[in-house]
């Protein structure tokens, strides 16, 4: 469904963040891609939604190519993307958060679904509160809704986890993974944190100095901290 | 008694017509982080719609109709030929609608000649409120502006696109990757801010002085206006609009215009001072 080869991007000239990235992602697989800070992780999630143009290398989406496409196009294509930070719009409602969601995508009626508010129904509770009001995990919440309703066949996630309390990580993890099946979404998702990865992925790539350099099963990573000690501690 | 109706109504007057042109400049700003220096001479081309008009000896009406689409179009040409090359360059950009404004106010001095036109007031008699004679028109203004603006605010605070553009205003890369079309928005939006101008440019043309060099007299208060009131909020345009005229108006008939232009620029100082962000920012 993702298959990127030979990736090269950074952000001034020559700077090479992503020095050869190369990974696939099946359909209704859930990826995890992990490694430490600096590694390229965010890079390369905004060099696949098309804020980053690389220098050279593949990113084919469905079997088209979509580098050098706009991010809107990316979008409507099928991507959907939670970024570091959540990127929630903090002075609208949550409403008219969930509604930039939709009114982007071409073959969407302009209306929020049902069902989004009964994944996370602090959603619907919150419905008219201005979302930079709300705690770090119901944003999250959002931003992740956000995406969804956009009904995106890619989902890419980065760092779901970061300043949220555990149990709203595990909460998030498990609606994720029961919503992933019915919708049979693709997910990738980047992450550090450990136990959100062996919730919901299948497998996980390492990535260290711009580039895919391991990968394997989640049962193999639970059994053995051989992956965590040479790809995450620091 | 009867002086402070009719200045309350003046001062109105000026105050809404200047807040169609303020709506336009705050909207291109949020957007497209683009100083439109050119905004006064698109009101200024509304204006002279109105003189296109009256030589065609069409009724007054149809300028009102004729300054939008003209100034859409102007918008859409503009965006297109310069603006979007400037995109992310402020100064440039500030540059380039300044020559802009050059450009168009020569086209219009090359066409119409340097001298004022005059323009005949489309409903001449006067009414009586309370004890004052007003002139009709000038009420017809007042309601025709105040309709505008209503549905400016309407179309950005109650629409499906006008919260796709208040989303890209907010954050365009997330608005981009949501799938909003956002080179889309900036033109339409660009238009959209030319025709009010154009608009206002028209309905104020019967009692102002039609000359090349009217825009300026606008595109200045216009810019105070969005310093005082901030850039985040349309409303702030609201805010300072109303400070802004109000103050003109007060001082320009308490003493004299030049003491008026002097007290202005002082309160916008201190406001700036003040409110770095505009008095409307959202503190945090």
């Known amino acids: 469904m993702l298959k990127i080869e030979g990736l090269i991007a950074g952000y001034q000239h020559g700077s090479r963040v992503l020095d050869g990235v190369s990974l696939n992602v099946h359909r209704g697989e859930i990826v995890a891609l992990m490694g430490r800070n600096g590694m390229g992780k965010t890079t390369l999630l905004r060099t696949i939604t098309g804020h980053l143009f690389p220098t050279g290398g593949a990113i084919s989406f469905d079997g088209k190519p979509i580098i050098g496409r706009p991010s809107h196009e990316i979008a409507n294509l099928g991507i959907g993307y939670v970024p570091q930070g959540r990127e929630i719009f903090s002075e609208f409602t949550t409403e008219e958060n969930l509604l930039m969601g939709v009114i982007g995508k071409r073959h969407l009626p302009n209306r929020i679904p049902n069902w989004a508010y009964e994944t996370f129904p602090v959603l619907r509770e919150r419905r008219l509160q201005r979302a930079g009001s709300m705690s770090g995990g119901q944003q999250q919440q959002l931003a992740i809704m956000r995406a969804l309703v956009g009904e995106p066949k890619l989902l890419l996630l980065d760092e779901p986890s970061e300043g949220i309390q555990p149990s709203i990580v595990q909460e998030i993890a498990r609606t994720l993974r029961r919503t992933a099946q019915e919708k049979q979404l693709t997910v990738l998702l980047v992450e550090q944190n450990l136990d959100l990865v062996l919730g919901m992925a299948s497998r996980s790539l390492f990535m260290e100095n711009g580039r895919v350099v391991d990968e394997a099963p989640v049962e193999k990573i639970r059994l053995s901290s051989e992956f965590v000690e040479k790809y995450l501690s620091v | ?284």
Request: charged share 10%; proline share 4%.
């Open chain 2, 1 to 284: 008694m009867e002086s402070l109706i009719t200045f309350l109504l003046d001062a109105s007057n000026f105050a809404l017509a200047l807040l169609l042109v303020t709506l336009g400049l705050i909207i291109i700003y949020g957007l497209m982080n683009v100083i439109n220096m050119a905004h006064g001479e698109f009101f200024l081309l509304g204006a002279y719609c109105v003189v296109l008009i009256q030589n065609a000896r069409l009724p007054f009406w149809c300028a009102l109709l004729l300054a939008p689409v003209v100034l859409a179009l102007v918008g859409l040409a503009v965006e297109e030929l310069i603006i979007r090359h400037v995109y992310r360059r402020f100064i440039d950009s500030i540059l380039a609608t300044w020559g802009i404004s050059l450009a168009l106010k020569q086209i219009v001095i090359i066409v119409f000649g340097p001298t004022a036109q005059s323009i005949v007031s489309p409903i001449p008699s006067p009414v009586q409120i309370l004890t004052v004679t007003y002139p009709a028109y000038r009420l017809f203004i007042m309601g025709f502006t105040v309709v505008l603006a209503g549905a400016t605010f309407l179309f950005f605070y109650r629409t499906r696109i006008g919260l796709a553009i208040r989303g890209v205003i907010a954050n365009r890369p997330m608005a981009a990757s949501l799938g909003i079309n956002t080179r889309f928005l900036d033109r339409s939006t660009f238009a959209i801010g030319a025709a009010l101008a154009g608009v206002a440019g028209a309905v104020m043309a019967p009692i102002m002085s039609v000359d090349p060099q009217m825009g300026v007299g606008f595109l200045i208060p216009a810019f105070l206006s969005i310093l005082v009131g901030g850039t985040g909020t349309l409303l702030g345009a609201v805010v300072g609009t109303a400070a802004i005229s109000g103050t003109t108006t007060i001082v320009a008939n308490t003493w004299s215009q030049v003491v008026a232009q002097i007290v202005v620029f002082t309160m916008a100082i201190i406001v700036i001072r003040l409110f770095p962000q505009g008095i409307m920012a959202r503190r945090s």
